[in-house]
Structure formats: structure tokens, C-alpha cells
């Protein structure tokens, strides 16, 4: 059976750094973030939300406030390695519901925007990939509930075509 620590990837540490930036700024800052950290995985995030264009793009970066995101970075820091780790114990105890040694999909936690707790993407390389988005989740439910949110994003990607 194929470990879920393979499968879960955490990368939101990245985004963070829009922090040292202006907020004019932010823009800028999620195009090379874009590009140079995730070149294949944010293009179909921003296509599967209708973020055709700039503007689109600026206005949900506009939305975002400097506080809300220092504080969950801050969050973050302090308390996702655990989190993290109660995260792979549950979805491990239901490894055989998800099929998890058919590797049918790959969960990756990765700031993005905020629009959702997670969206499903498919990949040319890895097929299926779940991104959890912890900007999302403390938006809409609470950080509190990333245990849950990951479980329900789990399910749905089994069966994602």
C-alpha cells in the first residue's frame, strides 16, 4: 500500500512570501509564484475558477487582507505539522474506501486564493490532484476543520474524472 505522506504534499509555506511584498504589489507576486513554483498546478486552479484574465485575478488578490493572512501564517507555523500528521492517520484508517494503493489521486496543501477549501485538477503527469487550500478552508470553515475538509476532498477525488 502506498504511504499517504507520498500523496499529501505540503506546500503553502510558499505563498507566504506575499507577505514581504506590498499589497500593490500581490500581482506581481502570484504571477512568478505562477511560473516559477507551480507552473502546472496553478494555470488549471485559475482555469477551473474562471481566472481568465488579470483583473479577475487582481480583484480576488484585493480581497485578501494582510491580517487575515499573518495570522494564519503565523497559525500555520505553530500548528499545521501536527494537524498535518492527524490528517494522514484518518485518511490512512480509510485507505481501503479511497483505494488508496491504486494511487488514483495525489492531495497537495498549497496556498492559493481563498476561493475554496479545495479544488480538483487533473494533471498530464499525476492525474488526479486534490489542492487543499488552507487560505480557503479558514475562510469558509475554519483551519479547525482541515482534518475533515481533507477527508470529504479525498473522497471526492477517488471518483474525479
Known amino acids: 500500500m502506498v504511504s499517504l505522506r507520498s500523496i499529501l504534499l505540503e506546500r503553502s509555506e510558499y505563498f507566504f512570501e506575499i507577505l514581504k511584498y506590498d499589497k500593490s504589489e500581490w500581482l ?20 477551473a475558477h474562471g481566472l481568465t484574465n488579470d483583473e479577475k485575478l487582481k480583484s480576488v488578490l484585493n480581497d485578501l487582507s ?14 499545521f505539522r501536527e494537524l498535518k500528521e492527524k490528517t494522514v492517520k484518518e485518511i490512512s484508517k ?60 479525498a473522497f471526492k477525488a477517488k471518483n474525479f474524472s
Do not use: C
Open 28 to 47: 506581481d507576486f502570484w504571477k512568478e509564484y505562477r511560473t516559477r513554483k507551480f507552473p502546472v498546478v496553478i494555470p488549471l486552479y485559475e482555469k
Open 66 to 79: 494582510r491580517p487575515f493572512l499573518d495570522k494564519l501564517h503565523q497559525r500555520i507555523k505553530n500548528e
Open 94 to 153: 480509510k485507505g481501503k474506501e479511497l483505494e488508496l494503493s491504486k494511487e488514483k489521486f495525489h492531495m497537495m496543501i498549497i496556498g492559493l486564493l481563498g476561493l475554496k477549501p479545495y479544488t480538483l485538477i487533473k494533471t498530464p503527469l499525476k492525474g488526479t490532484v486534490v489542492l487543499l487550500d488552507p487560505i480557503g478552508i479558514e475562510k469558509e470553515v475554519g483551519l479547525d476543520n482541515f482534518i475533515d475538509i481533507s477527508i470529504e476532498a
